[in-house]
């Protein structure tokens, strides 16, 4: 292998998605290396791959200009000099994604490769991007499926709890459907262990993440989220930097430049991220509507049959629960609206959703019946609620605030911030809503600069059926900027997220 060694010097930028190693491009056609390619960096013996960039003048030979993501992921200062080589993937990887683009099967041993490639960052992007194009191509069966959930799943860390631990994960985390902050400390107050992970928002208002932070810390590490377990029975954690199936990220980071995922991936992402924390029960929440991920029930149902199909392989008992997202369960969007609807349910307030309380304590009870812990779902259904008006689940949720470091386990939900700038819309009409445009709500409240903005919200009046008197307001938007907030009535003036009768 030709190898050369070069010196290190950070440019001051900040790709946050990749590592980028910038070379001089005479230097590196004179060792084979193209800018589709990726090199190894190796210090001490350690080989850290990265991708690459070439320029004819702005770097000398025997220089490496690197951005900042390189000092921070690995143990390279700035100044280092290292070896810098051509990095060449397993042919073995490169050969099961020809097979997979001709629709042969492919092998455990192949799959085996292919993840481990994906994990070393030793596929070019055009190989992954191959590689992911064709789970939209052809249809893998439940033991290919299986087979690549646990090789993605061993890539990194694994934790293993004693007993059952639970997980309940919602398919296309919709910002109107946060059930997770509710299910969670029920859940762990029946001594269930629930190890929740998530990830924060990348096209909605606010997902759990944007949600659960507002109240406690979610950057766990590894130690702290096994000691959350042994001592309170869950978590809620951020799974960025948690090292879980780190192969399946690079992936999503694929598939989400053209906004697609192949439904077999997301089956085979979620189950992984599961199996690695050690899930032995889940309770998977497909919500179903035109603007949702999954858009019809017949697409619903395929999929609750790949889960069951690949819970065989895994021994992860899975139930599959198909739920209507045709409006908001509750009455808005944004993260400190949908953190204020979740604590009025767990402290019992007087004005809480009832639509957003009925939801989590059905998911809870069939949790309840799928661990066994229940056999009846009248029973079930009548323990968990017990537990909400007891004000057992909300005594659990202040534990986890406190084990989490959050600044108040006894905030209200009446305490957290709105936004400053407010706008009403008003019918300009009587009229019935026929329906609810969920996808242009959602485009409102970024608009609104939600989730950046926290207390960027919108707050729904008016629901599905519900008659309209003229001059009544629909909807309140609320922002601490005066520009977003512009932006949002220009579009609302355009339209609104209603349809009438």
Known sequence: MEIFSAKIVEINISNWEWIIAMLNSKQAAE??????????????????????????????????????????EYPIAVGDNVLVSFVRSNPLSLQAIKKKLLGKRITKEEIDAIIEDIQNNKLSDLSLAYYTATWFFYKSNAEELAYTTKATAYTWDI????????????IWGVSWNETTMIIVPLLASLWIIMPKTFSKSITSPAATGECVEILMNTELKKHEIIRLVENIWCCLAWNWNLNLAPANDRIIKVSSAIGMEPYSRMISSIMAKNYAMWINHCLIDIPVWPTAKVTNQLDAKRIAK???????????????????????IWNGIGPVLQTREALRVLQQHK???????????????????LCWIENNYQQAYKRVKNQLINWEAWNKMQQIIKAQKGKNPKISSEDLPLGKVVYEVKSSKEWKISSINMQYLNTIARTLWSPWDISAW????????????????????????????????????????????
């Open 306 to 328: 790949h889960f069951k199909e690949i819970w065989e392989y895994l021994d992860i008992k899975t139930e599959v629960v198909i739920t209507n997202a045709n409006q908001p």
């Open 458 to 501: 919108i707050e729904i009046l008016k629901k599905l059926n519900k008659k309209v008197r003229e001059g009544e307001t629909l909807m309140i938007c609320y922002s601490n900027s005066e520009n977003k907030m512009e932006i949002a009535k220009e579009l609302l003036e355009l339209k609104i997220p209603y349809e009438i009768k």
């Open 351 to 369: 004005e809480r959703a009832e639509d957003l309380e009925k939801k989590s304590l059905d998911l809870s009870a069939q949790m309840l019946l």
């Open 31 to 72: 060792f084979w290396i193209s800018s589709n390619d990726k090199i190894s960096l190796i210090r001490k013996w350690e080989e850290y791959v990265v991708d690459v960039a070439l320029t004819d003048d702005l770097v000398e030979p025997g220089t490496i200009w690197a951005t900042s993501e390189l000092f921070r």
């Open 159 to 170: 934790y293993r709890f004693p007993w059952i631990v639970a997980s309940k994960y919602c």
